[in-house]
């Protein structure tokens, strides 16, 4: 039984995290209606049973009715213990390799001994930003840190704002301006990369060498720390981190998508403390700014791009520097490669599909607003909890079409109708798609709305 609730789990999680898991577990002793499952440290304890303890006890319960409790413990030397399963062919790379067959012989995850060194995109200097009122706060933040690490007030900088906005830039920035005055040892990482290091130092019982890394260096540098949200166990590692260093008067920076307080679903102790120091956000880009952006790279170069492309191009992209950066680049390689000047219709022609995309960018209001109209109801009814068919039809409609032509998920279109939830608007989905084969009068309607609403 233990055999099939293992395939069972490993279906459900996928084979990356039952190996790195649950091949750890080995069986203990049934007393009652009780099972054990042991592992071998404290950490993978609490990680399985974060994780995956409730459903470890439904399938038990499942497989052998009399018992209703599993009990994750700590296995310890000379407990009487049924080997742990592997249930995986083996397979040929090394570093995905199952962890199962041998405890006794650690073996030591490649990433874990690479050198933790900041690795830094030399194309990311304090030179090459661009700086302009939505991010001239930051930047300020970012070279006095460069500057002065550790200084009071400034430790940790919290940098945040929409992707593209050039938060990696600045770290990088940081960095490469730190590791020229000499000195320092900075680390740079993304949380997921952080959190796969944790992970793979876990695997191979090597948490102590990991926790000494981090904590040797001058400067720690965490990008992206929104993608830790859930990820409970590596924000407490993240956690101790963050104090140990800052106790030793080591400088802490880190970015994120959203202001420490924002950032729901981090644990309390650990926004509170990133919100301790400086926080500066990246505001989205002006006019202004993009049209400074684009100048310095068309200067850079070396292709001449008459202004009037570059309006047009900042008046089109305005969602990140990004994919105006792209924009761009594109343009300046198809000069290069035709050796034909840029003019405006050459851009239209050759950034057709990246354009196409962004005059497609309707917006939630926008849908609900024509789809009251064409139905002739409220828009008020759109978020009201009406249930008429005369109401709810056409609210459905604007559900599938917000889907279909937004690149929103299927919560936030929820919250916009009256804070509906997900399965909600995927109902919603469902029902209009059937509804679209059935009746081709309705059909036209929905098609002729999102005409409407593309064109
Ligand atoms: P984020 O990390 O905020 O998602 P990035 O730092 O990766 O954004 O920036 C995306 C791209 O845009 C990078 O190539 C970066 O160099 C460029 N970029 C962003 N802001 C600026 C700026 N102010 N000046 C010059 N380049 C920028
Ligand atoms: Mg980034």
Redesign the pocket.
């Known amino acids: 039984s233990w055999i099939r609730i293992c395939s069972r789990l490993k279906g459900e999680v996928g084979e990356v995290e039952y190996r790195t898991w649950l091949t750890k577990i080995a069986l203990g002793p049934v007393d009652g209606d009780e099972i054990t499952l042991l592992l071998p440290t404290r950490f993978l304890r609490d990680w399985v049973r974060s994780q995956y303890g409730d459903r470890l006890s439904e399938l038990w319960n499942q497989e052998v009715s009399a018992i209703r409790r599993v009990e994750l413990q700590v296995a310890r030397p000379g407990d009487p213990v049924a080997p742990p399963l592997a249930l995986e062919e083996k397979t040929t790379d090394a570093s995905t390799a199952p962890q199962a067959d041998s405890e006794d012989a650690p073996r030591v995850a490649p990433e874990v001994k690479s050198d933790i060194a900041a690795v830094l995109d030399s ?2 200097t304090f030179d ?5 009122k939505p ?1 001239e706060f930051a930047y300020a933040c970012a070279r006095r840190v460069a500057e002065k690490p550790s200084s009071v007030g400034f430790n940790p900088l919290f940098l945040y ?1 929409g ?8 770290m990088h920035a940081i960095g490469a301006e730190l590791l020229q005055s000499g000195t320092v040892s900075v680390a740079y990482m993304s949380a997921e990369k952080f959190m796969y290091r944790f992970i793979a130092a876990i695997r191979s019982q090597s948490t102590m060498e990991f926790k000494e890394q981090l904590r040797s260096v001058d400067v720690l540098m965490i ?1 992206d720390l929104q993608f830790l949200i859930g990820k409970d166990n590596t924000q407490e590692e993240f956690f101790h981190t963050f104090n140990a260093l800052v106790d030793a008067g080591r400088q802490i920076i880190v ?1 994120a998508d959203k202001s420490p307080s924002d950032l729901s679903g981090l644990e309390d102790r650990l926004r509170t403390r990133l919100g301790c120091g400086m926080v500066a956000d ?1 505001h989205a880009t002006t006019f202004e ?1 993009r049209i400074s ?1 684009l100048e ?1 790279k068309a200067a850079a170069s070396g292709v001449v791009v008459p202004s009037k492309v570059l309006e047009f191009l900042a008046h089109k992209i305005t969602s ?3 994919e105006l ?1 792209g924009a761009l680049n594109r343009l300046i390689a198809h000069a290069n490669l035709f050796g034909r000047p840029v003019t405006l219709e050459a851009t239209q022609d050759v950034l057709h599909d990246i354009l196409k995309a962004h005059d497609r960018r309707v917006t939630i209001e926008e849908i609900q607003k024509k789809v009251a109209e064409h139905w002739n109801i409220r828009l008020t009814d759109m978020s009201s909890a009406r249930r008429a068919r005369a109401v709810a039809r056409p609210r459905q409609v604007a559900m599938f079409l917000a889907k279909q032509l937004t690149s929103r998920s299927l919560p936030e279109i929820g919250r916009k109708f009256g804070n509906r939830d997900h399965t909600t608007v995927m109902h919603a989905v469902s029902r209009v798609t059937e509804l679209m084969e059935r009746d081709t009068a309705f059909a036209e309607d929905v098609e002729l709305l999102r005409r409407m609403l593309e064109s």
Request: without cysteine; glycine residues 14%.
């Open positions: 194309r990311f090459t930003f661009v700086v302009g991010n704002g992707v593209g906005l050039g938060k990696t830039h600045l990008d970015s990246i700014l952006i310095s990140n520097v990004r950066e």
